[in-house]
Nanobody, 124 residues
Framework: QVELVESGGGSVQPGGSLRLSCVAS????????IGWFRQAPGKEREWVVG????????NYVDSVKGRFSISQDNAKNTVYLQMNSLKPEDTAMYYC?????????????????WGQGTQVTVSS
């Protein structure tokens, strides 16, 4: 049974930082990709970034380039999303997701597994 569990969300002021974590249990596919989506109220879900088990990283969505950074610790089966210089427009529910066949499919929304989401609120 595959399970993705996110944590690390919260409320911060503009300019602040948060680090999201996604622990993937029961998920060891060699070509797998784990990535992050976000969805703000009233808006469509948005792909943010993904990472392959071998460490390859996809492009970041333009709005977060230079501010967000994805990484992983395979020994802990954990993917991280470091978010710096947060802006009010980053406010959203952030979801971890996984696709056995790689990041290209995941970025198109073809998801094998979803996490439950973690809320990020950026406000003064």
């Amino acid at each position: 049974q595959v399970e993705l569990v996110e944590s690390g969300g919260g409320s911060v002021q503009p300019g602040g930082s948060l680090r999201l974590s996604c622990v993937a249990s029961g998920y060891t596919y060699s070509s797998a990709c784990i990535g992050w989506f976000r969805q703000a109220p009233g808006k469509e879900r948005e792909w943010v970034v993904g990472i392959y088990r071998n460490g390859g990283i996809t492009n970041y969505v333009d709005s977060v380039k230079g501010r967000f950074s994805i990484s992983q610790d395979n020994a802990k089966n954990t993917v991280y999303l470091q978010m710096n210089s947060l802006k009010p427009e980053d406010t959203a529910m952030y979801y971890c997701a996984a696709q056995k066949q790689g990041c290209l499919l995941l970025a198109r929304g073809e998801v094998d597994y979803w996490g439950q989401g973690t809320q990020v609120t950026v406000s003064s």
